[in-house]
């Protein structure tokens, strides 16, 4: 019981923070925002999808994924700050439990998730997406969003205890998460990358998460080399499956890493 | 009772290249003030984080109010408060929210914690700046923040590494003010510093730590007995210090100890205040007159130089 409530203290605090300086809220807002208008207006005329409702349509789904993917560095340099102020050091030497600050932190990050998945939904509407997929679909895609950088959180909770500095972890984890997200059928279709990229992008979890989403908001997907497999069939099922596997191992790895006295 | 009991703790880092820590033992007898002293490197920071429960000794043992640190960390987490060498706290959030969120984190409840915090903020004299983000505090204030986030719960051992640590003057003695204010209200204490005039204040007992290891232990007093007694020094111009020398000598009986850059003479004296009046005489009767003379105990700087071979500033 303690161990919900302490946690909840490390989120308020997060919560807290935003309040003290919005700028942090207000920035990691306007960027993915700029992401929907620059893709809309710059790619949207010259790729052809094939979708009633134009590249917004299939650019929207990836530009939320590519969005929560993104907390992965945010928790993670948030956290690699909190160690090297000796933060974390004060944190451990109170009697809570081990796994409330790590907790804490991924719920904070989840909750900035929620603000910046509606705005980012309202400045898509604006510039003409439309979810087709029904009203239940559409929050179950959403639902879905949160859980996926929620698990994502986890792995930056590992880089950040891991680093040693707050912006070299932040930029190895950009390292990661661009291309991840750009090896994807997130900005464009996979079928028109050399067939051994389409593998790789298609199992990506970035692109059976976009996919399942593009399904819940009523869009047909389009596959390449996997055509048929089990992940283009099932996106919705193999993301879950990819999201209960990244915090299968990362959970325990982050929570030990936080426990560990050796160092 | 003792209250904090450590026996040969060994800590070696990066796979045992570096020993942190070489069979470090010592002990805090409840309700009064240890000091760790040491330069940088001696494994002060080590001891504390060991004690504090956030790092395992390699091997060896340690107690906190009798409970064994490495069994059960819990229960030690419980009855301590510690405030490390840099000030531990949120600097976006203010002094007030930093508080209540550390009362929160001791279980108080929202509505004692509030309380504590106003209680706490009062008493440390940043009522005024409860509201501000501590971004915007002096180092001072900083300190004396971290310091009320460790006594939240009224710990009964508290542990403070290195507190003053890059303060001025003035806010070192505030901090000091702080200190000997919890001392009174009966907490046990272990201090680490390397100022040997902040334990010469605030400890009942030093341990002098190097490489590691507790190489000297006692009272402020005793420690400066084992350095030898009293010394008579003389300041003078530079261009008197041959005479000053030979008179200083042969009072002493023994070679002066001559400083050209302090431009000070002295020597090891036995029966110190005839010592000093013979010392006048005969510098009046020379014609010599000195910028100031005295008699002086050893300072802790003596006792270091004495123990280990160098400086206690000195960084390894």
């Known amino acids: ?263 | 009772m003792k209250s904090v009991i450590a026996e040969n703790l060994v800590k070696t880092y990066r796979k045992g290249e570096v020993k942190a820590l070489d069979g470090l033992s010592l002990d805090v007898e409840e309700g009064t003030v240890l000091s760790v002293l040491g330069p940088n490197g001696a494994g002060k920071t080590t001891t504390v984080r060991i004690l504090a429960t956030l790092l395992s000794p390699d091997s060896g043992h340690a107690t906190v109010g009798g409970i064994d640190v490495v069994k059960h960390p819990d229960k030690v987490r419980e009855i301590i408060g510690l405030s490390g060498q840099y000030a531990a706290v949120d600097e976006t959030l203010t002094g007030w929210d930093n508080l209540v969120m550390f009362g929160q984190l001791y279980h108080l409840g929202k509505k004692a914690s509030i309380a504590r915090a106003d209680e706490l903020l009062e008493r440390f004299s940043l009522t005024d700046s409860a509201k501000r983000p501590i971004k915007t505090y002096s180092g001072g204030m900083r300190r004396r923040l971290d310091l009320a986030a460790a006594i939240i719960v009224k710990p009964k051992i508290l542990f403070l590494d290195e507190p003053t640590t890059g303060l001025d003057p003035r806010g070192r003695q505030e901090m000091w003010g702080v200190i000997k204010e919890l001392v009174e209200g009966g907490v046990t204490l272990l201090l680490t510093t390397q100022y040997l005039e902040e334990a010469d204040h605030l400890a009942d007992e030093i341990v002098v730590i190097d490489h590691g290891k507790v190489i000297a232990r006692g009272t402020s007093d005793v420690l400066k007995k084992d350095v030898g007694g009293e010394r008579l020094e003389v300041i003078v111009e530079a261009n008197q210090l041959k005479l000053a020398s030979e008179i200083i000598t042969r009072i002493s009986g023994t070679a002066a100890h001559v400083d050209e850059g302090m431009r000070s003479v002295s020597a090891p004296v036995k029966n110190g205040t005839k010592s000093l009046m013979d010392a006048l005489r005969e510098f009046d009767d020379a014609k010599l007159h000195p910028l100031d003379i005295g008699l002086k105990r050893p300072s802790l700087d003596d006792v270091f130089l004495a123990l280990t071979g160098h400086a206690a500033e000195e960084t390894k």
């Open chain 1, 1 to 263: 019981m303690n161990a919900i409530t302490d946690a909840l203290v490390i989120t308020k605090r997060q919560l807290l923070q935003l309040t003290r300086v919005p700028e942090v809220l207000i920035f990691s807002t306007i960027q993915p925002v700029m992401f929907v208008l620059l893709f809309r207006f710059v790619f949207g005329g010259s790729i052809s999808t094939g979708q009633p409702g134009g590249y917004v349509q299939l650019l929207m789904p990836g530009i939320f994924v590519q969005t929560v993917a993104f907390t992965l560095a945010a928790t993670a340099s948030g956290l690699a700050e909190d160690m090297g102020k000796g933060l974390i050091d004060r944190f451990r030497s109170l009697p809570i439990s081990r796994s409330a600050v790590v907790v804490g932190r991924t719920l904070g990050d989840s909750l900035l998730n929620i603000v910046v998945l509606t705005v980012m939904g309202i400045a898509g509407y604006a510039v003409g997406w439309r979810p087709t997929g029904g009203l239940l679909n559409t929050a179950l895609a959403f639902l879905f969003l949160l859980a996926f950088g929620y698990a994502l959180s986890w792995t930056g909770i590992f880089a950040g205890l891991a680093a040693r500095d707050a912006r070299v972890v932040q930029n190895i984890s950009f390292l990661i998460t661009f291309p991840l997200t750009f090896l994807s059928n997130a900005f464009a279709p996979t079928t028109g990358m050399p067939r051994v990229l389409q593998y790789f992008a298609e199992w990506n979890p970035v692109s059976t998460m976009v996919a399942a989403c593009r399904e819940l908001f009523g869009l047909k997907n389009q596959f390449g080399a996997t055509a048929g497999s089990f992940p283009s069939e099932h996106p919705l099922i193999t993301s879950v499956f990819y999201m209960l596997l990244i915090m299968a191992i990362f959970v325990p790895l982050s929570v030990r890493k936080y426990a560990n006295k050796s160092k």
